[in-house]
């Protein structure tokens, strides 16, 4: 039977296509499993592994045997054990703490659905409290790479399972970067969601109004798939939130198309003496730089207003908000706790509900002014963990060094912000660094379009593994149902109809020309000026026209607003695409001026030739 280890999902579809056993292949790799591996709280036993598959031989039995409705049939994962799973304790790193659950969180209720199959639970920092990996009773878990170096927390166990290959994908959690740290220092994907797009419901809370899942894949395409499948509104969350049908106007995205990719990156990045990590920041930046097909431009930014906002997360009143999710537990049973979660979560009574209300006022002010730095971009790209340091350094300086490895992090859910961990090399030590792609909520899918084309770019093998990573496949898909138009006169950017799209919250995607099926005519007494296209059969030309993309909600009333002879119909673009466009009835074009030798409506309106 082959090895599993190092498998993408990919991996583990194709060996069921060609007829392997779902618990032949999961009972291999059961026996790769070392008992002293610090990863792991709880694992999957024979009567368990049994039980599980029974259960998915009956949903695969529900769908008559359609492997299409079960995209994650016979995939093995794992949980971070701050995630209930009925049959097995939830410890959050804490066995004096553990529970058990009546049933399954919604994000695990989702995959077992999908058909994925848990293998076991694993270790974190005690109640999510750390970016480290080494605050837990059940030992550190060390980096991939490095025994010697951090794996990075507090979902450390998650990333070192993935990494090693054992799974293709797991669930952590992420409250100020323990999705993205520990993808970073273990050469992994870190899918940190728009907060409320995976539902928190069955998660031990850190700072609940914070907190959400997270997903380590070995592939983009892998952390997407899952993505896809947790994705959705739990009613019984308080916290789950439904996709806007519109996106916010100054809402900063990730274009799909068009000329650059306007990504800001920190102006003066700090590193904080570790110079191999700067220098792979470096390296790069000037990859990034080079990647053409997306054509990217980085922005150096004044990143002070994150900074001072990520500071608030452990230095201000939010360290109550974890202090509210163990309050009971920690009057009881502090002695239980690692000393340096409860040293920090003891900080809690510092604050009077008055700092936490004037905290809540600066923290909306930074995110105004983060909103407003971000209105000219489309992201962000940051280093994911400036350090990486030793187990030992760590041990010997927890507070200072963990809060340096959230330098990059910690603002990002305060900003009710979406971020895309992913791999960028290698530093001179052998360990992995990664970047950060972060933009605004609801842009998840668009991160995972451009991260796909660096990944592309710039290949590293699978995790710690010396497995080739496939060709990343994630392709653009907006967060709400979108249209395309194609616009070729007084609508155009700068002309004066356009703030009727642009007061839709549409995007332009690209600059094209038609086919060269087309004639354009200025048409007789129209208010503002305005072009009619025509399709013809011989004698056309090439015209410009702009694309633009609104939320399909947003569609209808913009029609409304098209006076006859104009209308939408469809327009070929000069490759071959076929996309709504402005069309002009055939009475319209009594009287009107041919104007296509200008080639575009901007040209005709710029040669003065209008006024004539």
Known sequence: MPTTLGWTIADWQQAYKDGAEPEALISKLLDYLDDNDNAWIARLDDPALNSAMVELSERLES???DLDQLPLY????AIKDNIDVAGLATTAGCPAFAYQPEQDAAVVRRLKAAGAVLIGKTNLDQFATGLVGTRSPYGAVSNSF????????????????????????????????????PAGLNNLVGLKPTKGLFSIEGVVPACRSLDCVSVFGLTINDAALVADCISGFEPADAYSRKAPTALPLDAPAIRRSGPVQRLAIPDNPRFFGDQQAEAAWNTALSQWRQLDTAGIE???????????????????PWVAERHAAVEEFMANHATDINT???????????????????AQYRKEELVRQID???????????????IAPTIDAVNANPVELNSQLGTYTNFVNLADLCALAVPAGFRDDGLPFGVTLISGAWKDRELQTLASQWLNAHPTPLGATDKPRPEEMATYKP?????????????????????????????????????PNYRLFALPNTTPPKPGLQRVEQDGAEIVLEVWEMAASEFGSFVDLIPAPLGIGNVELADGRWVNGFICEGYGFTGARDVTEFGGWRAFIKSGAATQ
């Open 372 to 386: 407003t730095l971000l209105s000219e971009i489309d992201g962000l790209l940051v280093p994911t963990a400036p």
């Open 74 to 77: 016979g995939i093995p994962f």
């Open 146 to 181: 490095n025994k010697k170096v951090i794996s990075g927390g507090s979902s450390s166990g998650s990333a070192s399972v993935v990494a090693r290959g054992l799974v293709p994908f797991s669930l952590g959690t992420d409250t100020a970067g323990s999705g993205r740290v």
């Open 479 to 515: 967060a709400v149902p979108m249209v395309q138009v194609a616009v070729v006169g007084a609508h155009l950017s700068g002309m004066p109809l356009n703030t009727q799209l642009t007061e839709r919250r549409a995007r332009l995607l690209e600059q094209t020309t038609t086919t």
């Open 298 to 316: 980085l922005v150096p930014l004044d990143f002070t207003p994150m900074l001072e906002l990520a500071a608030l997360l452990y230095e201000g």
């Open 63 to 65: 769908v008559d045997g």
């Open 340 to 358: 340096t979660v409860r040293s920090i979560i003891s900080n809690a009574g510092k604050f009077s509900a008055t700092d936490t209300f004037k």
